[in-house]
């Protein structure tokens, strides 16, 4: 098997964004994935990186009657019908989500939850490019009450799965050696009256329901797999929603609602080690059970009047339906309304998706959520383009040739002005693999000694730049 090393969306764009300059437009008017006659829930929306054709995919969980629920998807952005995945009688099948694992007979893993007789499992099936699968696999079965797990894609090596059993919070490493995956033995994290989990990155945060205080708790892991012991955050009378924001530059910020004196507000906390920063945002009246987040270019040093962009969308009432509405910063005095579809909306979530050289540079964000039509919960969307700065790349992609590609035992610059140029390869972790400078008219990386898979070149040459996908084989 060939390693493609593939990314979470979230990573590939430390390697091309302009945090002084990024730039977001519009969000599109609302519209439909799917409007089949079942009612649809829990939407997952990826893109994923290959060699050749990148794939857009949306799953979610689809109601096929009062004692089943199936798991289907589609290819979003080409227009095919959808697929069902799995689906048995008197069988819930629920919550999909994706692990990228990037290799030419395995690309993804598909997770979900199974329900039968009130007993939840976990598992999980192999995806390759082509859309074939393998049969269910058991990721979990050992309590009677798996649920409530969050995926981490972190690089090849440090993938991971986090989930509630019974009442211990557990993470299992997903192990590559010598062409071959596996989950390690689980890591019992924490124990108690655990209620929800989130992570930002290679930390744990939980919600701790005790007897007078609801416990904000994190633990964190370091390369070699070890986590710490669980700490405290901060502690509120009632802690509600825990969000890890979806955030470009993997800003490691979470989210939540906690009630203070009879009041429900919305906090946020950015980790900087080794201290906490917080970022209250007091907002009211909407619900605080149901709102997702995207964050960017967040630096705290900076003060907050000068924080990246962040996004608050959630439901609110309007004369009877709940319409989507977002608040685009910390100081909004009013959310912008980003739905008319006149109807009961809910769990709306940020999402990444392919990334458009159209005007500069950029990547899709989609907002999506499920919508109240014709009788049924349908999967609704708003996306933007986040462009990752103004800078014409046009100035450098006449002046500068890279090639081959594929690449096998170098990677050769031509530089016909033999301007004065800095060159950085990232593999698709976003680890910065090799960089140097130059002017001379022709240069080369040496190939050879690189794992096989995705790299991307980038050459900066004052506010100009160039970025260009290699595959090395």
Known sequence: MKKINLLSRIMLVVIFISVASSVKC??????????????????????????????????????????????????????????????????????????????QDTIFYLFFEKNHNNERDIYYMKFASDGGHSDPISFDTSGSNNRKYEIVNDGINSNFVVWLSDNYLLASFLEHQNGVFQFLPPDTIDSGNISEIAISWRRIVWINEADNLDQLMEAVTELSGDWSDPVEIISHEKISNLESSMEYYNVPLI?????????????????????????PFEIFNLDFNDFGVLCSNLYPEVGIENLG??????????????????????????????????????????????????????????????????????????????????????????????????????IRIENSKELNLTIRLFDVTGKLVFEDRFADKDFSVVASILDEGIYFVRIDEGENHLTEKIIVH
Not at 267 to 273: D, E, I, K, R, V
Not at 313 to 335: H, L, M, Q, W
């Open 255 to 279: 989210t939540w609602a906690y009630l203070e004196e009879g009041t429900w507000k919305v906090n946020n906390c950015y980790f900087s080690f080794p201290q906490y920063t917080f970022y």
């Open 309 to 410: 962009y962040y996004d608050l969308a959630f439901p609110k009432d309007t004369s009877g339906n709940t319409e989507i509405f977002v608040y685009n910063n910390f100081y909004s005095p009013e959310p912008i309304r980003l739905s008319y579809l006149y109807t009961e909306c809910r769990n709306p979530r940020f999402y990444f998706g392919a990334l458009d050289f159209t005007y500069n540079g950029g990547q899709w964000v989609y907002l999506v959520w499920e919508a109240f039509v014709d009788g049924y919960w349908q999967l609704y969307y708003s996306r933007l383009l986040f462009l990752f700065g103004s800078v014409n790349e046009n100035t450098l992609a006449k002046d500068i040739q890279i090639y081959p590609n594929p690449a096998s035992d170098f």
């Open 26 to 103: 519009q969000w599109s008017l609302p519209q439909p994935f799917t409007t089949s006659t079942s009612d649809k829930a829990n939407a997952c929306l990826n893109h994923i990186y290959c060699y050749n054709d990148d794939l857009d995919l949306l799953f979610w969980e689809q109601s096929t009657d009062s004692g089943s629920t199936s798991i289907w998807y589609k290819k979003y952005l080409t227009g095919e019908d959808p697929i069902e995945v799995i689906h048995d009688p008197g069988m819930h099948y629920k919550n999909p989500k994706i692990l990228t694992i990037g290799y």
